[in-house]
């Protein structure tokens, strides 16, 4: 069994020892360099530009400014492309902006012989503006008054859905029918969660070249086969016109799932003759001008019965996208749709979202996708509802947790398997939680110690929303061992590893006779949308379980006929064709192979190659336990011992697996204590660095445990569902839980930095007010 084995990665040894080979590792030295003029306001208009001081500094190629680029408005969202035009991403960019939407908006680059040369280019540029009032809230974009930042969209809002759930055989007509009831409790509260960055090592980098009449982009990205197509939209030509080459990526975690510069790129190297040109991000131009999680305000509203059940809810969502619309209105809506799943409510729901323009930093794809927000909100309310009642936090839960079964009465995703109520009981035992929620429950004095808890569940994949398409391909090698070739990307997750166990399961070999081609070139690779969504292993498994399986059938033919023995009657094990009849090998693979390649009689290239349509969808589970000690006066919270129990389904490595939780709860651990973007009233971004910006180091963390409950989910290709973005999701509810429980104070906001945390203690009374 190849499939559940705690495999070194293949790409292990590569990446340890510097061999492995990035973007800006492969381009030769006479490359030129592209350099981007940014803004300096964040709304208003580009009314003129000199370049002529620019144009003459030594060693500058070229300046190309907005009034230049093709005037073409194009889409830069990651998500798979849609035949019916009203499910399209929204097409709001140009290359370069003449129309100014967020500080440091692109609106010309310079292209020279070197750095220094393009940045003292760019120092010479003049730029004149007319300038505009700057909306930095939902609130002030909705205002009545205020101008609109794109004028499709003349109110600001990018767009506004409702959802009304009624239970089937419920005898009420509306939500509010529930929440007048006298019978049960009715709560309501708003959270408000932040705008945080991805922080992968990598920056996202780009070069640009021209061969044999098309254009030819390196990219470190997420979606080598979107970006084909973005780019010959941006432009305005086939997408046959251009080839994308992905290399070994250094991280992406959603970011990369954007098409944002390769297409400036590809333009940039048709105005300077098809020379090769790179353009690479600094970091502070990675924080200001790519994207982050978005900032969403909730407000929640329960009812509740007696017997625990959550008869009915309500969220409202509103969204800060900024000035692009990047990934639309899909976040929010996957946000409250989250909200909903996790705890099917008993009688009705009501969820209403809105994505709303203003002048921030565009926000866009982040680990998680919507539902790290609203899981926050949601089991902050979970908790505080519980407290209220006098209920234990972990009984609440497990009395109204998404049953086996259930299914999603909008969209249909359907509950094909669930660990949750084991995830949930594991990870109590692991961290003493009724032990702890005793010893804890009377907390007093200055340092103070607590217990919480979180769940969570997160969808495989992105149908029926969006298409699941994947196609896998496998070759024969002379000596028995086999090529793997995809279209999915490994982006520092583990994917090629997972990927070559699924292809050696299905095919019968071990593992270590998998070469799988790790870089993606769209002139070569088969088609595949790329990594997001932790759809990989369920979908582009299916492609390679197919794949496996017709490869399989055609060695076994081939064996058979060299064997004169019934293919019915033969497998592949190992490095083996045997018979099962007997058990005993008929036929060395590296010998089959050898004939099939250079047989006098019967030569014939065994490959195999599948293309699958992924028509369903799943649920995983899982939970975050948090013990804290937190300091009242200094505001400050140290995680003492943390715990994310998860079912994914069955585990195709299970030491990846574990490494996955560990990196999501470091992720969840910074979102929750000390990580956010901070903007001036001008939509300037104050803390654009990794100084300013408080990512955790390894100083902050304590031990993480990651713990899991493998079921066997019927719809995956192995057994297998989504875990690459649900470790990151409930962390930050954890944690907060177990402060409120620490204190008694519940912080409705995120980040819970010390600031936050003092000045609610001083407003609970539990630090003296000290002047005015």
């Given at each position: 069994m190849e499939v559940g084995r705690s495999l070194t990665r293949v790409d292990a040894f590569d990446k340890v020892t510097g061999r492995a080979k990035y973007t800006d590792d492969l381009h030769g030295e006479a490359i030129l360099v592209a350099r981007i003029l940014h803004s300096t306001i964040a709304n208003g208009v580009v009314r003129s530009m000199d370049i002529s001081e620019a144009q003459a500094v030594p060693g500058v190629v070229k300046v190309l400014t907005c009034f230049d680029v093709p005037d073409i408005q194009y889409p830069t969202p990651g998500h798979p492309w849609s035949v019916e035009e009203a499910h399209q991403d929204v097409a709001d960019r140009k290359l370069l902006a003449i129309r100014v939407r967020i500080y440091g908006d692109d609106i010309a680059v310079v292209v020279a012989?070197?750095?220094?040369?393009?940045?003292?280019?760019?120092?010479?540029?003049?730029?004149?503006?007319?300038?505009?009032?700057?909306?930095?809230?939902?609130?002030?974009?909705?205002?009545?008054?205020?101008?609109?930042?794109?004028?499709?969209?003349?109110?600001?809002v990018l767009k506004h859905t409702l959802f009304n759930v009624i239970t089937p055989g419920a005898a009420i007509k509306d939500v509010d029918e529930v929440f007048a009831d006298p019978a049960y409790r009715v709560f309501e509260d708003h959270f408000d969660t932040q705008a945080v960055q991805h922080c992968h090592i990598e920056n996202p980098v780009s070069y640009a070249y021209m061969e044999a009449g098309r254009i030819v982009v390196v990219s470190s990205t997420q979606i080598p086969h979107i970006v084909r197509r973005v780019i010959?939209?941006?432009?305005?030509?086939?997408?046959?016109?251009?080839?994308?080459?992905?290399?070994?990526?250094?991280?992406?975690?959603?970011?990369?799932?954007?098409?944002?510069?390769?297409?400036?790129?590809?333009?940039?190297?048709?105005?300077?003759?098809?020379?090769?040109?790179?353009?690479?991000?600094?970091?502070?131009?990675?924080?200001?001008?790519?994207?982050?999680?978005?900032?969403?305000?909730?407000?929640?509203?329960?009812?509740?019965?007696?017997?625990?059940?959550?008869?009915?809810?309500?969220?409202?969502?509103?969204?800060?996208?900024?000035?692009?619309?990047?990934?639309?209105?899909?976040?929010?809506?996957n946000a409250v749709t989250g909200f909903r799943q996790t705890y099917p409510d008993v009688l009705a729901h009501r969820s209403e979202a809105w994505t709303v323009y203003t002048n921030l930093g565009s926000t866009g794809a982040m680990r998680g996708y919507g539902i790290p927000q609203c899981n926050f909100a949601g089991e902050c309310m979970m908790d505080d509802i519980a407290r209220e009642m006098g209920w234990d936090p972990l009984e609440f839960r497990l009395k109204n947790s998404m049953p086996l079964g259930y299914v999603d009465p909008t969209n249909g995703i359907t509950c094909h398997s669930t660990g949750l109520r084991d995830c949930i009981r594991k990870g109590a035992d692991f961290i003493r939680w009724r032990e702890l929620r005793e010893k804890y429950a009377h907390e007093t004095g200055a340092i103070r110690r607590g217990v919480g808890m979180a769940v969570f569940s997160y969808k495989t994949g992105v149908w029926p929303i969006s298409l699941e398409t994947s196609s896998a391909r496998i070759i024969l090698n002379q000596d028995g061992t086999v090529q793997l070739q995809l279209g999915a990307t490994e982006i520092g997750q583990g994917g090629d590893?997972?990927?070559?166990?699924?292809?050696?399961?299905?095919?019968?070999?071990?593992?270590?006779?998998?070469?799988?081609?790790?870089?993606?070139?769209?002139?070569?690779?088969?088609?595949?949308t790329g990594a997001y969504a932790s759809r990989?292993?369920?979908?582009?498994?299916?492609?390679?379980?197919?794949?496996?399986?017709?490869?399989?059938?055609?060695?076994?033919?081939?064996?058979?006929e060299l064997t004169d023995l019934d293919p019915g009657n033969l497998d592949i094990r190992g490095r083996d064709v045997v018979s099962t009849v007997s058990g005993a090998p008929v036929l060395r693979m590296a010998d089959l192979a050898m004939e099939a390649f250079y047989s006098l009689q019967h030569c014939v290239h065994i490959t195999a190659e599948a293309t699958v349509q992924c028509k369903n969808n799943t649920f995983?589970?899982?939970?975050?336990?948090?013990?804290?000690?937190?300091?009242?006066?200094?505001?400050?919270?140290?995680?003492?011992?943390?715990?994310?129990?998860?079912?994914?389904?069955?585990?195709?490595?299970?030491?990846?697996?574990?490494?996955?939780?560990?990196?999501?709860?470091?992720?969840?651990?910074?979102?929750?204590?000390?990580?956010?973007?901070?903007?001036?009233?001008?939509?300037?971004?104050?803390?654009?660095?990794?100084?300013?910006?408080?990512?955790?180091?390894?100083?902050?963390?304590?031990?993480?445990?990651?713990?899991?409950?493998?079921?066997?989910?019927?719809?995956?290709?192995?057994?297998?569902?989504?875990?690459?973005?649900?470790?990151?999701?409930?962390?930050?509810?954890?944690?907060?839980?177990?402060?409120?429980?620490?204190?008694?104070?519940?912080?409705?906001?995120?980040?819970?930095?010390?600031?936050?945390?003092?000045?609610?203690?001083?407003?609970?009374?539990l630090i003296e007010k000290v002047g005015d």
């Open positions: 012989e070197n750095e220094l040369a393009a940045q003292r280019g760019l120092e010479a540029i003049r730029v004149e503006y007319e300038e505009y009032p700057v909306c930095t809230t939902p609130e002030q974009a909705m205002a009545e008054g205020a101008l609109p930042i794109h004028e499709e969209h003349p109110d600001n010959g939209q941006a432009l305005g030509i086939g997408w046959g016109n251009i080839r994308v080459i992905k290399p070994y990526i250094g991280g992406g975690f959603g970011n990369k799932q954007e098409v944002l510069y390769e297409p400036l790129n590809a333009w940039i190297t048709t105005q300077v003759g098809g020379r090769p040109v790179k353009l690479e991000c600094t970091r502070e131009e990675t924080f200001q001008n790519t994207r982050s999680r978005h900032p969403i305000h909730f407000d929640l509203k329960a009812a509740v019965g007696p017997d625990m059940r959550l008869m009915a809810r309500e969220c409202r969502a509103v969204s800060n996208q900024g000035g692009y619309a990047s990934h639309g209105h899909a976040i929010v809506a590893t997972v990927f070559s166990q699924m292809c050696a399961q299905a095919v019968g070999i071990p593992t270590e006779d998998v070469h799988i081609v790790s870089f993606q070139d769209t002139d070569t690779a088969p088609f595949d990989q292993t369920y979908v582009t498994g299916k492609a390679i379980k197919r794949a496996g399986e017709i490869f399989r059938d055609k060695v076994l033919d081939y064996a058979a995983s589970f899982g939970c975050c336990f948090a013990e804290v000690e937190v300091d009242i006066p200094v505001g400050k919270v140290r995680v003492l011992r943390i715990v994310n129990v998860h079912d994914s389904g069955r585990l195709i490595n299970p030491k990846l697996a574990e490494a996955q939780v560990h990196g999501g709860m470091s992720m969840g651990m910074g979102y929750a204590l000390s990580e956010e973007m901070k903007y001036d009233d001008k939509g300037r971004l104050l803390n654009g660095n990794l100084l300013d910006y408080k990512l955790p180091t390894a100083m902050d963390h304590p031990e993480f445990h990651a713990l899991f409950v493998e079921t066997d989910d019927p719809s995956g290709p192995f057994g297998n569902k989504s875990l690459g973005e649900p470790p990151a999701i409930p962390v930050a509810g954890a944690i907060r839980n177990a402060v409120l429980q620490a204190t008694g104070v519940g912080l409705r906001r995120l980040p819970m930095n010390p600031q936050r945390l003092v000045e609610a203690f001083t407003e609970a009374g």
